[in-house]
């Protein structure tokens, strides 16, 4: 048994043998050392948390509301293919997707089962291939504008790290939500459109917004330009952020693009959006959410009532585009 304290969860008592494995395995520990933010910091200060910490946030969330074991084990897993700097790699690799941040989920499978992930699940007497399938899970996993638990996490914690709100905030929207039928649903109108506008807040500015552009785009090429030039390694790829960052600071003085571009990358050098006047075309996965919610005997969606909602959803386009250029 081990007692794990949450930000938003509190203090948990954690009994599963197999949870505890896989908690303790290399695996899931590398992950302590991956920014949930990507690399926020320095655009957004005191803002740091980790992929463990979401990773066992999402864990607690199914927990919290009785999903499966299984479940709960699939969503406890589901980061560990992440790289360092997170959704950056997605600006290093050409197979990357900048408009729908996928290069983790494109190696997911081929990653999990270079780890020891399988055997730990296999002792336990857990079949691998089920437990990595998103489509036995529909808690987990769900198409935008619905609501999945990776959504829910990472926005509560979008809201007390970024946002600054208190806490209270985040449990309002936990004690007004339900697990239905598979499916999120809030047990009002209220809250739930409330729950839409913060996170359509949280996407304007920090998902998809201007500084999460100029992050993406100089931590893209500072760690590209640190690979072409044999500075970094692939493994150096799927290590932790420290060591990658050990690893270019050893080279910045002898290096001046280098060092350009950890200016950049640690908002030292202004940048600016210009689509008349610019060096980089980015693009930015866009996030909205259409939350069911409660409506007397039946189930709807907030955009069912609220015709400027429903305009929104419509309206809102998959990507944000960027026209960026650094005056240095």
Known sequence: MMIYTDPIYWSINIEEPVILDLIQSPTLQRLKGIDQAWYFEPHFPDSKHTRFEHSLGVYLLLKRYGASIEEQISWLIHDVSHGTFSHCLDYVFDEGSQKEQNHQDNIFEEFIKKTNIPDILRKHWFDVDYIIDDK??????????????????????TMIYYDKQPIENVHYFLNHLKAIDKKWIFNDFESAKRYAEVFHKNNDVFYSGIQSAIMHKSVGSCLKHAWNMWYLTMDDFYSIDQQVLDKITSHIETDAQLSIYWERMNNKIP??????????????????????????????????????????????????????????
């Open 271 to 328: 940048c600016k959006n210009d689509p008349d006047n610019y060096e980089f075309h980015v693009f930015c996965k866009s996030r909205l959410v259409d939350p069911l919610f409660i409506d007397g005997n039946g189930i709807k969606r907030v955009s069912d009532v609220d015709i400027e909602w429903k305009t929104i959803i419509q309206t809102a386009p998959k990507y944000k585009e960027y026209f960026l250029k650094f005056e240095k």
């Open 136 to 157: 036995n899970f529909p808690l987990k996993e769900t198409i935008l504008p619905d609501l999945c638990a990776d959504r829910i996490d990472y926005s509560f914690r």
